[in-house]
């Protein structure tokens, strides 16, 4: 399974960003996707995830400012951002589960200004 990232940049505090994770490869055993980031100086944590069935989870944090969601025939997971404080300052990375491994994607920066 390969994942693709992309969308993170520079935004000002209050704006928004779409990430965007393509899925390619042997992904007919995917059962959950999601994204996971990490700080400066902290642990990677997770933001959100969403399972085949459609069925999402949230950082408590996260809840209300993000979204995911998917496009099945794109095989792709979108990250909707809005509300970006500087604190969501990190790389985001994409990850894919399937009943063996967790696959995780290259990253991508999302930078938010004050």
């Known amino acids: 399974v390969q994942l693709q990232a992309s969308g993170g940049g520079l935004v000002q505090a209050g704006g928004y960003l779409r990430l965007s994770c393509a899925a390619s490869g042997s992904i007919f055993s995917i059962n959950h996707m999601g994204w996971h980031r990490q700080a400066p100086g902290k642990q990677r944590e997770l933001v959100a995830g969403?399972?085949?069935?459609?069925?999402?989870n949230y950082a408590n944090f996260m809840k209300g400012r993000f979204t995911i969601s998917r496009e099945k025939a794109k095989n792709t997971v979108y990250l909707q951002m809005h509300s970006l404080k500087p604190e969501d300052t990190g790389v985001y990375y994409c990850?894919?589960?399937?009943?063996?491994?967790?696959?995780w994607g290259q990253g991508t920066q999302v930078t938010v200004s004050s």
């Open positions: 990850n894919a589960r399937d009943s063996l491994y967790v696959y």
């Open positions: 969403i399972t085949s069935a459609g069925s999402t």
